[in-house]
């Protein structure tokens, strides 16, 4: 449910995407398990900027900003893991590396890190 006016034509948006999909799950994490999306919230909350134009339209990214965002849309590898771990991820906190790598293949699949409470997609 969408409450916010301004929201909507973005729900909206979601919603046409997603019918692409013959699956897809939202999983809602609350704020105080994810410190750092509550930080980002409280600080775009706080700075009521405008965005100029049309926020339901999809940007177009340079090339250079493509590069960046595949760059840093790798997945983290660790060499010294020989279990054949991968987390996907674009800044690993230190807490969820050490508890991805004490998992096992019968831990693959969503996770929680106990530490920060970011949700983790467990893959071997």
């Given amino acids: 449910k969408v409450k916010a006016p301004n929201l909507k ?13 013959d699956h897809w799950s939202f999983d809602h994490v609350l704020r105080h398990l994810n410190k750092r999306a509550d930080e980002l919230a409280n600080r775009a909350m706080d700075a009521r900027k405008t965005v100029a134009g049309d926020a339901t339209k999809t940007p177009v990214l340079s090339a250079a900003q493509s590069a960046k965002t ?10 010294s893991n020989k279990s054949g771990l991968s987390i996907k991820v674009l800044e690993p906190a230190a807490c969820c590396r050490d508890y991805a790598k004490s998992l096992s293949a019968d831990d693959a699949g969503k996770q929680r890190c106990p530490q920060c409470g970011a949700l983790l997609m467990i893959s071997f």
Wanted: no cysteine; proline share 9%; aromatic share 8%.
């Fill in 9 to 21: 034509p973005l729900h909206a948006k979601a919603l046409e995407l997603l019918a692409q999909f």
């Fill in 70 to 79: 595949k760059t840093a849309d790798d997945l983290f590898s660790d060499p």
